[in-house]
């Protein structure tokens, strides 16, 4: 996420701000645009954090992760914290030589009861790796 050029990929629902020089903080549907040359061998990772704030309110969160809109997998966190999420991708995801689009939706994000300010989780670092 501090990377100069991450804004380039960020498509909606990632804060512009870079907090502590490292993270952003996301909203309902955090989605990302990348150009992938190849479709084999890849494991797509993500650090991330559930804040202790919000998850007082909203407990256990559950994330579907969506490729092009398909469903790639859920994973659920039952404490706050920081997180490591890797799967391999099915090689049929996508083709090579394409735009990929990846979207990570929570189950639950927390309101703020004073200014309705929302607030999803903590995106560190997302992307896909050989």
């Given at each position: 996420m501090g990377d100069l050029n991450a804004e380039a990929y960020f498509v909606k629902d990632i804060a512009m701000g870079l907090e502590g020089g490292a993270w952003r903080w996301t909203t309902e549907e955090p989605t990302l645009k990348f150009y992938l040359e190849t479709n084999q061998n890849l494991r797509f990772v993500m650090d991330f954090a559930i804040a202790?704030?919000?998850f007082k309110d909203t407990g256990p969160v559950t994330f579907s992760i969506f490729i092009n809109g398909r469903l790639f997998d859920k994973a659920r966190?039952?404490?706050?914290?920081?997180?490591?999420?890797?799967?391999?991708?099915?090689?049929?995801?996508?083709?090579?030589?394409?735009?990929?689009?990846?979207?990570?939706?929570?189950?639950?994000?927390?309101?703020?009861?004073?200014?309705?300010?929302?607030?999803?989780?903590?995106?560190?670092?997302?992307?896909?790796?050989?």
């Amino acid at each position: 996420m501090g990377d100069l050029n991450a804004e380039a990929y960020f498509v909606k629902d990632i804060a512009m701000g870079l907090e502590g020089g490292a993270w952003r903080w996301t909203t309902e549907e955090p989605t990302l645009k990348f150009y992938l040359e190849t479709n084999q061998n890849l494991r797509f990772v993500m650090d991330f954090a559930i804040a202790d704030l919000t998850f007082k309110d909203t407990g256990p969160v559950t994330f579907s992760i969506f490729i092009n809109g398909r469903l790639f997998d859920k994973a659920r966190y039952d404490r706050p914290g920081e997180k490591h999420y890797e799967k391999p991708v099915p090689p049929g995801f996508f083709k090579p030589k394409s735009e990929v689009t990846v979207s990570v939706k929570p189950d639950k994000i927390w309101i703020a009861k004073d200014d309705g300010a929302k607030m999803g989780f903590i995106l560190i670092r997302i992307g896909f790796e050989e």
